[in-house]
């Protein structure tokens, strides 16, 4: 073989080697630096948040407790609420247009709200388990529990692509409560102190925002009371986590580096 040719394959191969090891190559963590606290009621099981004109919208769980809320930050206290029927298991919430969309875990049943009034407009069907949910200008973008995460169309929700959620070569599995963020996705892991952030067109986890110590333990209700909550104010760069059973909000920024909790701004 002559010498061009098998230098160019092993150049080839190395390459391959290092592209190999590159997707394996976990993503980079970065810290938090809370900001200011908002209070939240520890009877709420949140499953899901978002923030918008003023307002914090909260979608609850458990059967027999699961609503939807438009809440004053300030205050914490519900301007709205809409009680779902017992039977259902109420999960990820979002707005489109004038309407508020909001599905249920098994019962493969979702609502759809006026925004305004939270007057029931119409429902909708779909399959597999409600989780997570956030939007796009176009497209909404919803997890099941899975490393899936699945995008759709807002007028029949049926799915019309999806990507695999994977740290490096691993797949990230119980990914939970949603949010578009700088056209990247940050997703709650249940069970887990990190947020993943990741690329909406290829499912890699583009870095992890670690917020281990954000609440302390003596303020959890039970073992359940789990980070699970993200809202982003896109108009003042302002990014809102909490958890299930909660009793704050916290506004962070991301910091470089490992987790920094500073005395943040009361409120």
Not at 12 to 31: D, F
Not at 76 to 88: C, I, S, T
Request: charged share 20%; hydrophobic share 40%.
């Amino acid at each position: 073989m002559p010498v061009i040719a098998s230098l160019r394959i092993a150049c080839g191969m190395v390459m391959a080697a290092l592209l190999y090891a590159g997707a394996a190559v976990a993503a980079p963590v970065s810290g938090y630096k809370v900001v200011a606290k908002y209070p939240h009621s520890t009877g709420s099981y949140t499953e899901g948040f978002f923030y918008r004109d003023g307002l914090f919208y909260e979608g609850t769980g458990l059967k027999g407790h699961s609503a939807v809320l438009a809440i004053q930050p300030e205050t914490g206290r519900a301007l709205q609420q809409r009680e779902l029927p017992e039977q259902y298991f109420g999960e990820g919430i979002i707005d489109w247009g004038p309407n508020i969309f909001e599905w249920t875990w098994q019962s493969h049943v979702g609502f759809v709200y006026d925004r305004f009034s939270l007057r029931p407009v119409r429902q909708f069907s779909y399959t597999g388990e409600g989780w997570g949910m956030t939007r796009t200008d176009r497209e909404i973008i919803t997890s099941d529990g899975t490393a899936i995460l699945r995008f759709r169309s807002p007028e029949t929700f049926r799915e019309t692509r999806h990507v695999t959620v994977r740290d490096g070569s691993q797949p990230v599995v119980q990914l939970n409560e949603l949010e578009y963020v700088k056209g990247e996705i940050y997703a709650n892991v249940w069970h887990s102190d990190r947020i993943a952030r990741i690329s909406p067109k290829d499912g890699h986890v583009i870095g992890w925002i670690d917020l281990t110590g954000i609440l302390p333990e003596d303020q959890k209700v039970n073992a359940e009371s789990v980070l699970n909550g993200i809202a982003y104010d896109a108009q003042h760069d302002r990014l809102f986590v909490t958890g299930k059973q909660w009793p704050t909000v916290f506004e962070i920024k991301i910091v470089n580096g490992p987790p920094m909790l500073l005395k943040p701004a009361s409120h």
